[in-house]
């Protein structure tokens, strides 16, 4: 599947008005550390050796494909990184659908620091806007029922952050960020624990008031079980369509019901289509194709 099989750029609207922002002090981290990486022990001696000092020159951001826009701010705070004097225009923002062709920023500026900074900014708005791209193709195959789209914790270490933002740029709701936030108990809890209904009274009798707990199961006679300790939420792990009906007429809207396992762009249709109010899938993190954006580049 190819980014360029996205549904048309008109095909929605832009879903900024509902994006949370990023800490600027998260990106700047992220970008620092990819610079020092990238810049080495003597800087950017390719720029050093052919590029005069006062050289100055334009450059533009520009979509080779169809998607979504993420990550403009890592672009900008890596030109600004490099040269503060740097003017950065923002002509398209996080959480808007493009064309091939299109111009997501310009900037201007000197051209060493244009360059030096070129490959970072290009690494973190192309991962951040394929995530948001795959994310909104899935959101538009499921478009016509209630069900939502959510993220993983299969995501790329040191950029869950990041990656979980995409994922709201493109359409997509949050799974839990880590291990701390929420109870989740998986199979193997329960192999380790005895049985789902044990499994889920340890952990009502751990969890804070405000702790949501969900548990997943893989058969139905779990379900029944696990309905019987009134969790928060149930993961149907692996289900079929037939079965995820049967699964969302036993909790009949007692709890939130989440349909895992076997999710990709071809099934996704049909497991929404069963009822249930999420659909969890790591592809859009981990199999998320890079959405291809070049720096055009002019001399001033």
Same mark, same amino acid.
């Given at each position: 599947m190819t980014v360029s099989s996205f549904a048309p750029v008109s095909a929605a609207p832009s879903t900024t008005?509902?994006?949370?922002?990023?800490?600027?002090?998260?990106?700047?981290?992220?970008v620092e550390a990819a610079l020092l990486e990238d810049l080495g022990r003597a800087g950017d001696i390719t720029a050093q050796a052919t590029i005069p000092p006062s050289a100055? #020159? =334009?450059?533009t951001f520009v979509t080779r494909r169809t998607g979504v826009?993420?990550?403009?701010?890592?672009? !900008?705070? $890596?030109? %600004?990184?490099?040269?503060?004097?740097?003017?950065f225009s923002e002509l398209i923002g996080d959480g808007v659908r493009v064309a091939p062709g299109d111009v997501i920023a310009r900037v201007e500026g000197s051209a060493r620091a244009v360059l030096s900074a070129e490959r970072v900014a290009l690494n973190y708005?192309?991962?951040?806007?394929?995530?948001?791209?795959?994310?909104?193709?899935?959101?538009?195959?499921?478009?016509h029922t209630k069900t939502k789209i959510v993220c993983t914790r299969k995501t790329t270490p040191g950029l869950r952050a990041f990656e979980k933002y995409a994922?709201?740029?493109?359409?997509?709701?949050?799974?839990?960020?880590?291990?701390?936030? #929420? =109870?989740?108990?998986?199979?193997?809890?329960?192999?380790?624990?005895?049985?789902?209904a044990q499994a889920? !009274?340890? $952990?009502? %009798?751990?969890?804070g008031h405000l702790v949501k707990i969900e548990v997943e199961v893989d058969r139905l006679d779990q379900l029944v079980e696990a309905m019987g300790e009134r969790p928060d939420a149930v993961l149907l792990d692996n289900m079929g369509p037939e079965t995820l009906r049967e699964a969302v007429a036993i909790v009949?809207?007692?709890?939130?019901?989440?349909?895992?396992g076997g999710v990709g762009p071809d099934t996704v249709a049909a497991i929404a289509e069963?009822?249930?109010?999420?659909?969890?899938?790591?592809?859009?993190?981990?199999s998320a194709p890079v959405l291809d954006i070049g720096l055009d580049i002019d001399v001033a």
């Open positions: 008005a509902y994006l949370p922002e990023l800490p600027r002090l998260l990106v700047d981290r992220a100055r #020159a =334009i450059a826009v993420a990550g403009i701010d890592f672009a !900008r705070r $890596a030109m %600004a990184m490099m040269d503060p004097a740097i003017r708005l192309g991962r951040l806007s394929g995530v948001a791209s795959a994310t909104r193709m899935f959101a538009d195959r499921i478009a994922v709201r740029c493109g359409g997509g709701a949050n799974h839990r960020f880590g291990l701390d936030d #929420a =109870i989740l108990i998986k199979d193997n809890h329960i192999a380790v624990c005895g049985s789902v889920i !009274r340890q $952990a009502r %009798a751990f969890a009949a809207g007692r709890a939130i019901t989440e349909a895992s069963s009822g249930v109010d999420l659909i969890s899938t790591g592809w859009i993190t981990h």
